[in-house]
């Protein structure tokens, strides 16, 4: 039978929170994938794995996959999740961020965040005695990226050495991707037009990380160029939650980097085409992409369920 993680026979992170991926160390990330691994196979074997633990969701921003999996994931290991609307007002209008963390950690046993700032997570963690989850800032999107490169690996059976192409907008998954795949040495090459590069110092980190796990990190502005040869070609909307004001611009400018069935077609054959999803389907990618065999969107989503589950059980197994 399976090993099972259980209370009883705690395994750790080496991290209290998960507020962006430079916390994790490479032990970290496997750790998360191989309990993933094993709450997907068998996931009655969790039905009480977090018996009586309580988490509290906190979204300034929409969400169906993020809240969906977090609540279904808490419920389905014993646990509940309270729902904290905070599209209005906004965390930390009402009262301070520190007061709010300070107040949750006297009732619940972790906070998942979804905030506009990167800040406001970072603060979250600083004040609460109580784990602390980044479900989506301006930045990052760990959760994401790692149920992204779970869902690579269990597609292509490895990990190391694979070439993943971001196309698209250099926002806060294009971030994540970069960063996270630097450490599980995976090449990543981003092509963006001009002005929507991500963030010099987040591609700095992750060639940094690249250089110490034998992956490269690319920035193209040609997505030809960019897709050439890659195992997977990944996607997401030209204007983020918080940019809708900026989308008609966008509209403009994206068409280029599209990604239709033309672009798939510079990639590796067995290529797999990725979106974290919710898709503006005719914009950044095609229907026929991504109805496609070779789009694993919709096996990406059911991952943020098994990977979060193993990430909440790793942070809230020993009552901290
Ligand atoms: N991919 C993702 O985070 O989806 P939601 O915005 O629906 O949570
Ligand atoms: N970049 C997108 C991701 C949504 C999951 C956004 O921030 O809106």
Redesign the pocket.
Known sequence: MTPVITLEKPETLSVRNLVAERDLVRRDIELVFQLAERIKSAPGDYAQALRGKQLALIFE?P?L??RVTFEVGMTSMGGFAVYLDHTKPRLGERESIKDVARNLSRWVDGIVARTFAHSAVEELAEHASIPVVNA?T?LF?PC?ALADYFTLGEKVGRLKGLKLAYVG?G???CHSLLVTGAKLGVTVHVATPQGFEPKAEIVEEAKTLARKTGAKVHLYSDPVEAVAGANAVYT??W?????EYASHLRGQVFPPYRVTEGLMASADPSAVFMH???AHRGQEVTDAVLDSPQSVAFDQAENRLHVQKALLLLLMQNGR
């Open positions: 921003k969400s996959r993020t989506l301006d999107h994401q907008d926002n806060n998954v997401d909307v204007a983020s939650m918080g940019q974290c999803l919710p």
